[in-house]
């Protein structure tokens, strides 16, 4: 009997997060260690480790993060920084999209950056979409 082994998770820098986060290719977003230096002089040591995510239950189930760089917060896309890591950015005119209809599913296998109809025809197609019913495939 062969077992299979879990898959490898891949990790890279988040763009324009480098040295302070890095998303995997499964959907998972760590802080890297690090010293911070703060505003009254003082610094303390950040360990570094995966991240909470967060969902959005007015946002079609998309979960995200909290980046923190120099005292301000960031609520950013799960989605979008794995897309932007292992893909690359945006190209005009697109967005990212979940092909299995799971906006909860951030893995990169499951997203691409398509035009905004295909994102809706995917959304009517999983059932997803608020206006319209779900139709056969």
């Known amino acids: 009997m062969c077992e299979s082994s879990p898959p490898v998770e891949r990790w890279l820098p988040v763009p324009g997060w480098e040295g302070f ?3 995997s290719d499964l959907g998972r977003v760590r802080s890297s260690p690090r010293t911070v230096h703060r505003r009254d002089g003082r610094t303390r040591r950040v360990p ?14 998309r979960v995200y993060v909290s980046l923190c760089r120099n005292g301000e917060q960031y609520k950013t896309s799960v989605a ?13 005119g697109m967005e990212g999209c979940h092909s299995d209809g ?15 109809i295909a994102n ?5 197609r999983h059932g997803t979409h608020g206006r319209r019913r779900r139709v056969a495939s």
Request: proline share 4%.
């Open 102 to 116: 799971n906006a909860g599913n951030d893995q990169l296998v499951n997203l691409r950056w398509d035009t905004h």
């Open 120 to 124: 809706v025809q995917d959304a009517i």
């Open 80 to 92: 979008h920084m794995v897309l932007l890591a292992f893909v690359g950015s945006c190209p005009e």
């Open 48 to 61: 570094g480790g995966i991240l909470r995510v967060t969902g959005d239950p007015h946002n079609y189930g």
């Open 21 to 23: 986060y890095e998303v």
